[in-house]
């Protein structure tokens, strides 16, 4: 079992920055890829970034290229997304996702299916 804890939601304007962090505990973090999703009101929960469980390879949404970053500190066992430039279609509950090394290839979850763990989900509101 992974327990993961998000934190650093907010309320910020266009243009502007938010850091997500998410605190994973229970079972060895290295072990898993890890990785971000979104759920805006009425819409379905997508994909926006992960980051591998070993190499730390990284994959985005189209969408976010070039203003969001992942990354992850397996000693501290957390992993962060960097939110620049901020858009207010970026408005969504964002979640935290583990999927075990053995799926998609150890690269991180890039669908629902290949979570197997999520966090309680922190509010991010951009204003424009």
């Known amino acids: 079992q992974v327990q993961l804890v998000e934190s650093g939601g907010g309320l910020v304007q266009a243009g502007g920055s938010l850091r997500l962090s998410c605190a994973a505990s229970?079972?060895?973090?290295?072990?898993?890829?890890m990785g971000w999703f979104r759920q805006a009101p009425g819409k379905e929960r997508e994909f926006v970034a992960s980051?591998?469980?070993?190499?730390?390879?990284?994959y985005y949404l189209d969408s976010v290229k070039g203003r969001f970053t992942i990354s992850r500190d397996n000693a501290k066992n957390t992993v962060s997304l960097q939110m620049n430039s901020l858009k207010p279609e970026d408005t969504a509950v964002y979640y935290c996702a583990a999927a075990d090394y053995r799926r998609n290839y150890g690269l991180g979850p890039r669908r629902i299916s290949d979570v197997d763990y999520w966090g309680q989900g922190t509010q991010v509101t951009v204003s424009s």
């Open positions: 980051i591998s469980w070993s190499t730390s390879m990284t």
């Open positions: 229970g079972r060895t973090f290295s072990n898993y890829g």
